[in-house]
């Protein structure tokens, strides 16, 4: 199984451009979301799906947009890269979506550079 | 709200010496607490989870962790460290019946075991 797939696992950007970060998974989970991962912060939430169609918002979604269009695929846009965006991204996946005991799981990580 | 506090940014054990990673946790109800680990460049993986029942939990690669509810704490352990264990270990919880966007996270601790 390939589990959670990140692409790409590298990017540098310069500040104003557009890029997407890709994330899929093969395990037919209906929750994915996104996490960035900050020194000194843990991972925080971005956006997340609770499946196809259905999207909503992180504790920090600002400068990022989501789409669901399919249940393994969860691509995260950056509509206009700023230097804050500078950080790691982690998309995770699960099964069931609400009052779950299940845990994570983790792609590998992308880690965009904005400069 | 929910939060959690390591309040340990970096452990040091020497291998074979038991090692011990502290987490305490707030929430308005009862707990889902659980263990992730991150190796370097890589993604979080789930080392194990306390839900409902004994207060000592087993998982993963020989670690376990005491659920203190009285001390609201979820400290990991384990009897006998590896240099291999030396990564960053994060806390998370989320009340009881809350969904997966409610997990919240620590802000990580380092493991380092040296030989």
């Known amino acids: 199984n390939a589990g959670v797939t990140q692409t790409p696992k590298f990017q540098v950007l310069k500040t104003g451009q557009s890029m997407t970060l890709q994330c899929a998974q093969d395990?037919?989970?209906?929750?994915m979301s996104w996490y960035r991962q900050d020194p000194g912060m843990g991972l925080r939430l971005i956006h997340y799906?609770?499946?196809?169609?259905?999207?909503d918002q992180g504790e920090v979604p600002n400068g990022y947009n989501v789409s669901r269009s399919t249940t393994e695929d969860f691509p995260l846009r950056l509509l206009s890269a700023a230097p804050s965006q500078t950080s790691v991204y982690f998309c995770?996946?699960?099964?069931?979506?609400?009052?779950?005991?299940?845990?994570?799981?983790f792609g590998e990580g992308s880690r965009l550079t904005v400069l | 709200a929910q939060s959690v506090a390591q309040p340990e940014d970096q452990v040091n054990v020497a291998e074979g010496n038991p090692l011990t990673v502290k987490c305490t946790y707030s929430?308005?109800?009862?707990?889902?607490l659980f263990w992730y680990v991150q190796y370097p460049n890589r993604g979080l993986q789930f080392l194990l989870k306390?839900?409902?029942?004994?207060?000592l939990v087993k998982g993963s690669y020989g670690f376990e962790a005491e659920f203190n509810k009285s001390q609201t704490s979820f400290h990991l352990k384990k009897p006998s460290a590896l240099v291999s264990d030396s990564a960053l270990y994060f806390c998370?919880?989320?009340?009881?019946?809350?969904?997966?966007?409610?997990?919240?996270f620590g802000t990580g601790t380092r493991l380092l075991v040296s030989p």
């Open positions: 995770a996946s699960s099964y069931f979506p609400d009052r779950a005991t299940g845990e994570l799981f």
């Open positions: 395990m037919n989970h209906e929750y």
């Open positions: 799906s609770v499946g196809a169609g259905i999207t």
């Open positions: 929430v308005s109800g009862n707990p889902y």
């Open positions: 306390y839900i409902t029942g004994d207060n």
């Open positions: 998370a919880v989320r009340d009881k019946g809350t969904g997966f966007q409610k997990l919240v």
